[in-house]
């Protein structure tokens, strides 16, 4: 089965620091999404890419968080400087475009950050 | 705009009891409507969906049949098991131009006890 490939799965860094979150979508899929999922707030969408563009960062806090894809096979959530209320799982999402209504997206397993 | 709403969980239940998880919601048009599950330290995985009305997803021996005119998609499974134990999230689609995204529900956790 074709998958979302997230690194690192675990990552224990201190406030201040830069994360750098990886996600490798499937081959093919053209349309990119970060979530991030916390218990107080459930599943939120940071980002999302299509065609490697940016649609909507909205919902990124702008003055910490950037994302990016440099190429089709690579998207990168990166937070600088980290805080301990960042710690969270983020997912990476995939999905093709023209078929989203029919196949929905195709989720990494995650990344879980901690921020001490 | 669009929105899900999944009945509030934690929903406790026996093995081989009946399940129902209620799932509504709102968008003018015709959306595509999923169900995802997420176990334990893992991410969402697609479980059913239905595109168009009447339509019925199933996976799993999970079922869900996509009502226009209740407007909701609700999931059931005739008897579960304690493998079962997820969090279950509803969620909808419209195809709208450039800006194509899944509205997700809240989500709702399952637990299944022997």
């Known amino acids: 089965d074709a998958r979302v490939t997230q690194t690192p799965r675990h990552k224990v860094t201190e406030m201040g620091q830069e994360v750098t979150m990886r996600c490798q979508p499937i081959?093919?899929?053209?349309?990119v999404f970060w979530y991030r999922q916390t218990m107080m707030q459930g599943l939120e969408l940071l980002a999302y890419?299509?065609?490697?563009?940016?649609?909507?960062d909205s919902g990124m806090p702008k003055d910490r968080f950037s994302a990016e894809m440099p190429d089709a096979t690579l998207a990168t959530l990166k937070i600088q400087p980290s805080e301990p209320r960042d710690s969270a799982v983020y997912f990476c999402a995939s999905a093709p475009f023209r078929q989203l209504g029919y196949y929905g997206y195709t989720f990494g397993s995650g990344t879980r950050l901690t921020v001490v | 705009g669009d929105s899900v709403t999944q009945m509030e969980g934690p929903v406790t239940l026996s093995e081989e009891a009946f399940l129902t998880i209620n799932c509504t919601y709102t968008a003018t048009g015709y959306p595509s409507l999923f169900w995802y599950v997420q176990y334990p330290g893992e991410g969402l995985q697609l479980l059913l969906k239905a595109t168009k009305a009447d339509d019925k997803g199933s996976n799993k021996g999970f079922e869900a049949t996509y009502r226009k005119e209740t407007t909701s998609f609700h999931l059931e499974k005739g008897s579960v098991q304690v493998s079962d134990s997820a969090v279950y999230f509803c969620?909808?689609?419209?195809?709208?131009?450039?800006?194509?995204?899944?509205?997700f529900g809240t989500g709702t956790r399952l637990q299944v006890t022997l």
């Open positions: 890419f299509r065609n490697r563009a940016p649609l909507d």
């Open positions: 969620a909808l689609i419209r195809n709208t131009g450039t800006a194509s995204k899944l509205t």
């Open positions: 081959l093919g899929h053209n349309t």
